[in-house]
T-cell receptor, first 114, second 112 residues
């Protein structure tokens, strides 16, 4: 089945640093999404990307949909302690209901030292 | 802000017992999903539901699992005879269209 590999697995950074994480797949996806999960909580949607090459920002977060449609990256600028959590990429194959299940990546654990 | 709500937040059950996990999706959403996350692992798709029927299911979603939308607001996941390996966080999600799935807080199921 489809696999999404995220790297790095974990990051330990100082407050104020920029962060970059990425996600690669063996298959093409038509939509990429990035979620953040706090301990004991459900994933919260951060950014959705719909077109190959698209670059989208949401506050301090920037994400790009790779040209090959097999990868995506997420950058967080000027990290703050509340950025701590697990970041998941998720790929979606279908348009218009063909299949809209999400395939989740393996996650990147982010720890921010104040 | 509208949100997906799940009950209970934590359920402990004996192996072999039936459990029903409940979800109230966001009110104008049309697509409903269940995912699960075994402790320390990634989130895995179980089933999607649209227009009062299952639209897609994974290989995890075997005959022990069923979903139902008994009324206009609730969406349930039933596990008929729980096994130890069913212990996980179960997340309900909903979306208005085919993207932008919003997740609930999850139900932690512990099978003993």
């Amino acid at each position: 089945g489809q696999q999404l590999n995220q790297s790095p697995q974990s990051m330990f950074i100082q407050e104020g640093e920029d962060v970059s994480m990425n996600c690669t797949s063996s298959s093409i996806f038509n939509t990429w999404l990035w979620y953040k999960q706090d301990p004991g909580e459900g994933p919260v949607l951060l950014i959705a990307l719909y077109k190959a090459g698209e670059l989208t920002s949401n506050g301090r977060l920037t994400a790009q949909f790779g040209i090959t449609r097999k990868d995506s990256f997420l950058n967080i600028s000027a990290s703050i302690p509340s950025d701590v959590g697990i970041y998941f990429c998720a790929g979606q194959l279908g348009y218009g209901g063909a299949t809209n299940k999400l395939i989740f990546g393996t996650g990147t654990l982010l720890a921010v030292q104040p | 802000e509208p949100e997906v709500t799940q009950t209970p937040s934590h359920q402990v059950t004996q192996m072999g017992q039936e459990v029903i996990l409940r979800c109230v999706p966001i009110s104008n959403h049309l697509y409903f999903y269940w995912y699960r996350q075994i402790l320390g692992q990634k989130v895995e798709f179980l089933v999607s539901f649209y227009n009062n029927e299952i639209s897609e299911k994974s290989e995890i979603f075997d005959d022990q699992f069923s979903v139902e939308r008994p009324d206009g607001s609730n969406f349930t996941l039933k596990i008929r005879s729980t096994k130890l390996e069913d212990s996980a966080m179960y997340f309900c999600a909903s979306s208005e269209g085919t993207v932008w799935a919003f997740f609930g807080q999850g139900t932690r199921l512990t099978v003993v």
